[in-house]
């Protein structure tokens, strides 16, 4: 499935022949301890700064960012709205979020209206790194994840299958899936794990898309990843990964000269979650958590 979404008159777009790019960082009195600009290489960088969204918002209007980051200092719910009234301005704006208070519904509404990215303070580092090298890869970027509904508890999303995509796909649902930390990265894990067997064993290039619906209940989590394209056989693809060793497969998973097995990511995700269905075809997949019962939680 594809949005559909117009790529013609991208005037925002990223020339990939500048040599030098512009980032905005929204920082006010005190924040320079973050020291972000240290994540921004001075040749292929200039960084200027904003104190606040009321600056930072008249100057992306006046000039072209190609990226814009804000601070830490603000809450979700207001870079959400400063994205909104930037992305009247300049449609195509690059906008990672930073912020030390979020609240149910932010990062839905970052999705929404296509922040690139949104992480709670304190920041790894090395992934705020990666996702600023992901922003600047494609000209082309704000079709890839598509908000079609969903609440806190339920969410509908379309995702371009690229493995910058699914990165950024990633760092969302870490920020959103309201789960006990342990829990989190195990859903998390599991379902990267299967969303990358699926774009490289079912033939799907980065023009096309899977579907994926995310629904948690007090008991339970499920998430279902649906694709077209000829899928592949579940019982081959097991086959093929356990006829290898253990240290064979840790192997390969630490090269990159060497084709991942169909089976692996399965093998893997199944570890970290309780159920796990697969349709005949093998290009619609659910993964199901159970989770532990709070003490005190009311029925």
Request: hydrophobic fraction near 40%; aromatic fraction near 8%; charged fraction near 30%.
């Amino acid at each position: 499935m594809h949005p559909g979404r117009d790529s013609s008159n991208r005037t925002d777009s990223i020339d990939k022949t500048t040599k030098t790019r512009k980032v905005l960082l929204i920082q006010g009195p005190g924040e320079k301890d973050l020291k972000l600009e240290t994540l921004f290489d001075p040749d292929a960088w200039k960084v200027s700064y904003a104190p606040d969204n009321a600056a930072a918002l008249e100057l992306a209007t006046a000039e072209a960012f190609d990226l814009i980051v804000t601070s830490a200092r603000t809450t979700g719910a207001e870079d959400v709205a400063l994205l909104r009234r930037l992305r009247m301005a300049r449609l195509h704006t690059r906008l990672i979020i930073l912020t030390e208070r979020k609240v149910s519904g932010d990062v839905l509404n970052a999705l929404r209206y296509h922040a690139f990215s949104f992480f709670s303070v304190p920041v790894a580092t090395e992934q705020l790194r990666t996702l600023i090298e992901d922003a600047m890869k494609e000209p082309v970027w704000d079709d890839g994840i598509e908000f079609i509904h969903g609440t806190t508890e339920y969410v509908v999303l379309v995702v371009r299958c690229d493995r910058g995509t699914l990165d950024r796909l990633e760092q969302f649902m870490s920020e959103s899936v309201a789960l006990p930390k342990v829990e989190n990265e195990e859903v998390a894990f599991a379902f990267r794990e299967i969303v990358t067997n699926v774009i490289e064993q079912a033939r799907i290039d980065s023009e096309q898309f899977v579907e994926v619906y995310y629904l948690k209940s007090k008991r339970q989590v499920t998430c279902r990843i649906g694709a077209s394209g000829k899928g592949f056989s579940l019982h081959e693809a097991l086959k093929e990964a356990n006829r290898r060793s253990v240290e064979e497969l840790s192997a390969i998973l630490r090269r990159e000269d060497e084709s991942i097995p169909p089976g692996l990511g399965i093998l893997i995700a199944q570890k970290f979650v309780d159920e796990f269905i697969v349709s005949e075809k093998g290009n619609e997949i659910f993964l199901i958590k159970y989770l532990p019962k709070v003490e005190n939680e009311k029925l």
